[in-house]
């Protein structure tokens, strides 16, 4: 069954490797059809991975192997809620690990370029909250940070 929308990214000549890559390190993620060029194309040959269906955490992608006319920018990312340091270390450690690369509060790239936020709830609970200092605190800890440190959120949270 083909979803009603899906979110098309466009990588230069890798995106099997990538949507294997999020299948891999993602719960609800798969890797679904795979479609073959059936001639050559301005960046590819006959035969060469056009498109592939994949999902991460639930949500329905294309990724285009395009060529190199495009990038990625922090324009878009994937935003994934964890629910304590593990698995945001994990999926942290993943990505960067993977070849990807660090950036601020809780944002990192993956080495295909594609921007995610690695945001534990307690984060975006926090930064809602009914006491404007209590929100004050949580962004000046978090604008510190590369990777969410949960422990200095809470910290923050009490004061």
């Keep these: ?24 390190t993602f719960r609800d993620s798969a890797v679904g059809r795979i479609m073959r060029a059936p001639s050559d194309f301005p960046s590819g040959k006959q035969g060469d991975v056009l498109t592939v269906e994949f999902s991460v955490l639930g949500i329905a992608c294309l990724g285009l192997n395009g060529g190199p006319t495009f990038k990625h920018s922090e324009a878009f990312s994937f935003q994934v809620a964890t629910d304590d340091q593990q698995q945001t270390d994990r999926y942290w ?36 909250d009914p006491d404007p200092e209590v929100a004050l605190r949580v962004f000046e800890a978090m604008m510190t940070m590369r990777k969410i440190d949960i422990a200095a ?3 923050a949270i009490r004061g």
């Design 93 to 128: 450690n993943a990505i960067v690990g993977n070849g990807g690369q660090e950036s601020e509060c809780g944002w990192c790239k993956d080495k295909w370029g594609l921007s995610w936020q690695i945001t534990p709830r307690v984060l975006t609970d926090a930064l809602v």
């Design 1 to 24: 069954m083909t979803p009603n929308n899906t979110i098309c990214l466009w990588y230069d000549h890798d995106a099997l490797a990538a949507a294997t890559f999020y299948a891999a």
């Design 153 to 155: 959120i809470e910290a």
